[in-house]
């Protein structure tokens, strides 16, 4: 609704923020690696907040940007069947979508790397489930992985009942799913009335992967449930959760009011995935996060260096010498990830989507001299 | 960080943009007087937004700018030795307060009225806690309404054991508590062993109603927990908890995470309360949609209107002739709250911040038509 | 399998001990109608533990006993296709059924003067769901009283979802369901997508009462579910659950083992309901505690004694004058239900299946002083 | 109050049954070795019920025979101070002092063997509280295991928080906690802020193990609750929860009511373990349930056989040839726990208080061929 003046000088005046803060940055202040969401959003939400403010709209997500952003998000699934709910963030998004599938005595499988198993003070237990544990390298799950699962719990009703298969695609480790590997788990969760649920909140980052071959599309056709994660691609807040088995959608509405995270203002939800899914922004931002990390991963393949794991999103795990990574921190911030001896230690960097050029320079600068 | 010209380009952008909603709606569209949740956020928040975007800042509420609005939200209420968590919503911050602070046997205890008796989806009943309901006829709580509550949960172990009271100022009614009463219900709830804990969702509107005596420093001293609503005061979202009473202070933050309530990008809430709190905008904005509340209140009482509470806030309710209604209803939209007799109803209308003059003037010219 | 003599010596035995205990009491202590489950158990089923203990039997309900009296019931509400189990008791019962039917979002509805609602501790609150409250004069819900909930209960998904209807019978003030009003409240429940749920703690009261005209069988086809207590009837532990809708039967028995309920000597139970239900040993009980009940009524009655509810069963609710409770409270042992003016007061008598023409007569003897 | 000649008769009696089905298992039918819970219960108890039948007590554990059940326990430990509550078996126990003690965020850390871990249908989980998995090989937990765990969950608020230790002794595999072991665990636990639980389902089997060096005494004073299990130990039901740290004790009953654990007929929890109790009893059983497992074992060994765990109470874990288990498997029933190679197996032999010498014997007598 704002004319083209309007949008313009608007446009002129966040790109100026974004020059000055990056300029800023990187004469006064660490730059972080640490993850990818410590800046506030995309430009184009700002702008798109800013553009919508005084509108009056319906509240609880009835408002007409979230219904246009779900409409946007059916066309890229070419799903018009699926059911799409915005919530605020990750975890949120795994404690709605676990509790509303399961029956109180059945539970979820996830990998041992799974953020629902080691990072959300038990938000899934609190929701009355108990979470299988499937030790993996990679953070991925196959279907030889469960199979052992559900021969060990037989003994009914003594046990619990696997349900539901939780995986990541990036997986906290930064690897990702194939099409064929999630063909395959599908398929076998479907034999096994096992439903199969994908935490997409660095989906964006799998997705535009260098080495990916999945699209949105197959990941509508492979899954029963899963999100778009926006926190960590450039969003202030938001996951799109879709539904594509009908058997899960009935009612799901009330699982998001009772667990306090049906917002009033839905419309900041819809808004931001709105813009996110205009133009493929969302593909574009992520793709950006990659192809940082990318560089950095490939300066330092250049220099020998080895990784924890082999990834290609937004994630890498480089190990290092202890001197060096003292050197790196005095530049920037991040995780020292893990200890490999006594000399070596691996630490993870995540890049974002407004991870800039001169931050991922000077970093392979230093790691150079 | 951004210079005087560009906050003040920035400004005036923003009041462009509120001018030319305002023409827009009263020519174009019905305004609503149906919450106070229906436009985005004061044009401030908007701005600090833009401003520090690109400003990387630690996750999960970690950030300078929570930081600082905590700072002056204990300035405000005089007690640096209260915690204050912020959180998205009404419910959330509802079912997180109660479910930290109750044993599992323990129950709340809320005015039949209460938000969280009915409007929650069973939020609190999901953490495990039943609430007793009193019946009142204006929405708050008396010490004499909970002895006999007490007196009827007597028979150990075989009930729920009454540990919380709930209330809510204002109240769903519109109505609020004077000092005194506050004063006498926190008295009788330590003197009982009751925990006393105020949703504030529209405290605001409480504290700058025409005939309050209370401050937000008396607030915190006779309660043990309350928050600060943002969302229904010109926030995009954000409630502010303050624990006074330090028994319930620890490990708090715990429960948010595990409830999915923790914000990876928890600036949009430091931001927005850093706004809301500087220069008392916060009960700016509350005065204001109570001021435009009482100027059709009073243009009905002259008219000879009854209603169904007698309330000095932002919420009235006059009972109408259904014809009068039909009428409004092509205007202006609202909720029909109650039916009276056959040819009367009771509606509810919702002033906010952003309520203008011209949608107030033209109602009570309808009105007097 | 125990031969013929020792099954008389053994009687002989436990008769004895009866008359001794009778004998006993009268002359030595208060005689109590404070409840129906002061005693220990009926004889045959001491008997019948006795006959049965050391055989080996499979656990967790899998014995012999507990499939046998699994089929004897069967026979008896003439529905092959029910499921059954026994659990030790009536919270027990219902926490189970209730939490493995409903969703986390739908709630029950209950009578005011339910069980669940007021004395099991917020049991089914602790799994999560809500209980709506309909108040009722005589512990019975019909469907007039269940219209105005759901009309209540449209603001989706804001609101709780009514699904499951809880009542008792007898109901907790002695009242009972006939045949056409449990057709009507079944009926109802189906035509609006509810399930019906019955509290049979005292089912057997209700089953022979002199004005009773329902049959357990009528009680199977006008229930989703419901339970045949065995604690309050001459059983030492024990609630058999008959689960008559085939939607509800799946995977139950998970969760009477999440809950704790399902016992390793399941045979406890099995051996119990098949001697209650053997020659309809349950409904003699039941017939015998009416009666005790109905001659201490009729005998108040000729002296124009009034009652706070017209009961038919083992509960019996008299208002006598305060010095009259006095003198009784000398001699019994009983609850004083409520105050009714400065100078009168309902008490509580309840009789049981071991309640004996001495202590009723010797009540009546002192009423007639 | 039965007099001496009924009581002898009734002995005789109970006597005859035992020689009966002695008599008829081994020539008959398969005895098993699969549970401690095959039978009924030790003839005292069915004698006490026969005695006290009809006697009048007070419900919900108020009754005499709880009372003085409770002092005979409170003696034996030598800790007047500490709290004692009857429940009827072990995941109901298990639920209700887990549930009791932890806040919402909190955790247990269980042996990976842990019963609440693998065979209680996710019971705890249910509560709302996730366990913490240690991996062990002889299903005891060392404060060296326990290190690690506190360790890794330092991500505050993003890990639940450590807070119970849960173990058993005897334990799920048969081994055993010595003085030593178990006062280094819990001086660990008192230096970390943790609490130590003994699940005790098999306690008596533990404490009178021939290596054992523990005392009722020292595990009162080791821990901070434990509970002393009747139902593997000649009780129908019943686990008597004590409750020594006095932090712990506060409201307790509550917690039993609301889980649906606190029965009617409190009396027949408290008559079993007065039986248990009076003469040591309980030790007399379990030692007897040893003994039998050693003579089995003992002659296992003699003929070189190896086992899963060296075990010293009633469950033993002998390595056989798969065609030496079918014979046996002829004549008795057990469980095969785990293939070993192609050729063998380990099979769990459970002996009982029950368990006969020829019963033992005969099993021997089979494996010698």
New interface residues.
């Given amino acids: 609704?704002?004319d083209d003046f309007?949008y313009k000088?608007?446009k002129i005046?966040?790109k100026?923020?974004?020059c000055?803060?990056?300029f800023?940055?990187f004469y006064c202040?660490k730059?972080?690696f640490k993850?990818d969401?410590?800046?506030?959003?995309h430009?184009n939400i700002?702008h798109a907040?800013?553009?919508?403010?005084?509108?009056?709209?319906?509240?609880?997500g009835e408002d007409d940007y979230s219904l246009q952003a779900k409409e946007l998000i059916k066309e890229k699934i070419k799903n018009p069947n699926s059911d799409i709910y915005f919530v605020?963030?990750?975890?949120?998004?795994?404690?709605?979508v676990i509790?509303?599938i399961l029956?109180?005595?059945q539970?979820v499988i996830s990998a041992s790397t799974g953020h629902i198993l080691?990072?959300?003070?038990?938000?899934i237990?609190?929701?009355?489930?108990?979470?299988l544990?499937i030790n993996t390298e990679d953070g991925k799950i196959r279907p030889s992985d469960i199979i052992p699962v559900l021969e060990g719990h037989q003994?009914?009703?003594?046990?619990?009942?696997p349900k539901l298969v939780y995986i990541s695609n990036s997986t906290e480790l930064g690897t990702i799913y194939n099409t064929k590997e999630l063909e395959d788990l599908f398929t076998f969760c479907k034999a096994n009335g096992l439903y199969l649920f994908m935490d997409g909140a660095r989906l964006g980052h799998g997705l535009t992967s260098e080495i990916n071959d999945l699209t949105l599309e197959k990941v509508a056709e492979l899954t029963d449930i899963f999100y778009i994660g926006g926190?960590?691609n450039g969003a202030?807040?938001g996951e799109a959760i879709v539904i594509n088995n009908q058997d899960l959608q009935q009612?799901f509405?009330?699982?998001?009011?009772?667990?306090?995270?049906?917002?009033?203002?839905g419309?900041?939800l819809g808004i931001q995935f709105l813009e996110l899914m205009k133009n493929d922004l969302y593909f574009d931002l992520a793709k950006h996060a990659n192809n940082q990390a990318m560089k950095i991963k490939n300066a330092m393949k250049d220099k020998g260096v080895k990784f924890l794991t082999d990834t290609y999103t937004n994630q890498i795990f480089p190990i290092l010498t202890n001197s060096l990574i003292a050197i790196l921190a005095e530049k920037f911030d991040f995780f020292v990830w893990e200890k490999i001896n006594e000399d070596h230690s691996a630490i993870r960097l995540i890049t974002s989507w407004?991870t800039s050029d001169e931050a991922v320079n000077r970093f392979i600068e230093i790691l150079n001299k």
């Fill in positions: 609704m704002l309007q000088s608007n005046l966040l100026f923020c974004s000055y803060f990056n800023f940055y202040m730059f972080s993850n969401y410590s800046e506030g959003c430009p700002l907040l800013l553009q919508t403010n005084l509108d009056q709209q319906a509240g609880y605020s963030g990750g975890t949120q998004a795994n404690l709605i509790s509303s029956r109180p005595y539970c080691n990072y959300e003070t038990g938000a237990e609190a929701t009355g489930h108990k979470i544990n003994n009914i009703p003594h046990q619990v009942m926190t960590k202030l807040i009612d509405a009330f699982n998001i009011k009772q667990k306090g995270a049906l917002m009033a203002k419309r900041l407004n």
